[in-house]
């Protein structure tokens, strides 16, 4: 069965970096679009970043442009979510999504 786990949430400063994982199985991962949303405490669960299945082509939302970088590795089956320059407005537990299927999440928390 399809299955994302994603990892590398923690928590940090306001500045910071870090590095989000989606590992992903069930599937032939090379053959699928692969998007990042997020969703902070009470807050609807927002788009935030895309890449296309041959990671050619990527799309990020306004809010995190110039910051985060999204990649995916096809031999890895792995997805990637760089983000960098963290801001407190980032907290949020970050999801991995393939069509109707999604990851557990993983918290990130950005603060001082």
């Known amino acids: 069965q399809v299955q994302l786990v994603e990892s590398g949430g923690g928590l940090v400063q306001p500045g910071g970096s870090l590095r989000l994982s989606c590992a992903a199985s069930g599937f032939v991962f090379s053959n699928y679009n692969i998007r990042w949303f997020r969703q902070a405490p009470g807050k609807e669960r927002l788009f935030v970043a895309f890449i296309s299945f041959s990671g050619h082509m990527t799309e990020y939302a306004d809010s995190v442009k110039g910051r985060f970088t999204i990649s995916k590795d096809n031999i890895k089956n792995t997805a990637y979510l760089d983000m960098n320059n963290l801001k407190p407005e980032d907290t949020a537990v970050y999801y991995c999504?393939?069509?109707?299927?999604w990851g557990q999440g993983t918290q990130v928390t950005v603060s001082s």
């Open positions: 999504n393939r069509d109707n299927d």
